[in-house]
């Protein structure tokens, strides 16, 4: 059974940092592009950053224009794990976080899942 367990929410004041984690387990992290998402009270649910890989093994990483150089995404794929440091956080950025594993090519061609991790709360006080 695949599991994502995100971690690291919490209140922040405006300006200040914080560390969301995801540990993946039960399925071969290494093979899934991991990405961060959040949904705000009434929103929809939008795309922050991906970290994933090209055809070459080099590393591929996006982001919203929102985050760009406050937020930053990573993996340690030797613990499972994908982060994303948030710096410089906005009253926008307060919203409920998730993880995302997205099975790269070729293993999302072979019908590979993906994954939705439960959720993490970020609350930006102004």
């Known amino acids: 059974q695949v599991q994502l367990a995100e971690s690291g929410g919490g209140l922040v004041d405006t300006g200040g940092s914080l560390r969301l984690s995801c540990t993946v387990s039960?399925?071969?992290?290494?093979?899934?592009?991991m990405g961060w998402y959040r949904q705000a009270p009434g929103k929809q649910r939008e795309f922050v950053a991906r970290?994933?890989?090209?055809?070459?093994?080099?590393?591929?990483?996006d982001y919203d224009d929102s985050v760009k150089g406050r937020f930053t995404i990573s993996r340690d794929d030797a613990k499972a794990t994908a982060f994303l440091q948030m710096d410089s956080v906005k009253s926008e950025d307060t919203a409920v976080y998730y993880c995302?594993?997205?099975?790269?090519?070729?293993?999302?061609?072979?019908?590979?899942?993906?994954?939705w991790g439960q959720g993490t709360q970020v609350t930006v006080s102004s």
């Open positions: 995302h594993a997205d099975p790269l090519s070729p293993y999302r061609e072979y019908g590979w899942s993906d994954y």
């Open positions: 039960g399925t071969y992290f290494r093979y899934y592009a």
């Open positions: 970290i994933g890989s090209g055809e070459s093994g080099e590393t591929i990483i």
